[in-house]
């Protein structure tokens, strides 16, 4: 007879599981994509490496599941502020200014979630993490041009253009950052969270990204008037 996991069973490794997901995020927040083995998560998650290959075949496979339950968060933070913006045009600047100021307050963790040397499934997971935000531009933009609000243009092509150009701005002052990289012994650098640096930057770039992408897409940027 085939052996069946009990629910009490199953529950354990549930727990256990997330445990282990919490704790990748956490590691790859301090130490990226390089400083997240096998090992070393199962150590933060205080269990021994041979049980954490009961949940994941091996670094790939993991570092999937750890890269969609951070991007989900992101996409998550910027649908949250396109919701409390009232045009089509403000909900763009929305996202731009979510993403851009989430990035450059966790420098390490956008670090690695964007620019990263990774396995191949990684960069794969890369290209959903730019389409789902490439998605929620271009229905803006589609509605902008129907309101009148910008120029007739192709919505998702023009989507795709701004979050390649962002991410591309932005991959300079994430590389520059304290956070980057990880202090002598794997523990966490200075500029994971917010810092005087990681504040400095956002109150530079992010306006000025916001202000790019509004003229990209062919519309006033406020701060011009």
């Known amino acids: 007879m085939a052996y069946r996991r009990t629910p009490a069973v199953q529950a354990r490794l549930d727990a256990q599981r997330e445990a282990v997901l919490q704790s990748a995020v956490l590691l790859l927040a301090e ?58 045009r403000e909900r763009i600047a929305a996202v731009v200014e979510t993403f851009a100021a989430r990035a450059l307050r966790a420098p390490r963790l956008a670090y690695a979630l964007l620019v990263e040397p990774a396995d191949a499934v990684v960069d794969g997971e890369r290209l959903v993490f730019r389409r789902a935000f490439r998605d929620v531009i271009a229905t803006e933009i589609a509605a902008a041009v129907a309101s009148g609000e910008l120029p007739e243009q192709d919505a998702v092509l023009t989507a795709a253009a701004v979050v390649g150009a962002v991410g591309e701005a932005l991959a300079g002052p994430l590389a520059a950052m304290p956070g980057r990289k990880a202090a ?42």
């Open 184 to 225: 002598p012994g794997g523990k966490a650098a200075p500029g994971n969270t917010a810092t005087p640096e990681s504040n400095g930057a956002a109150a530079e770039v992010v306006p000025a990204l916001v202000s790019f992408t509004l003229r990209a897409l062919g519309g006033r940027d406020d701060s011009d008037a």
């Open 31 to 88: 130490r990226g994509y390089a400083g997240c083995t096998m090992a070393a998560v199962a150590d933060r998650a205080g269990i021994a490496t041979g049980s954490l290959y009961q949940h994941f075949a091996n670094k790939a496979e993991l570092s999937v599941q750890l890269f969609r339950r951070v991007v989900t968060r992101e996409i998550d933070a910027v649908n949250a502020a396109v919701a409390l913006r009232d045009t089509p």
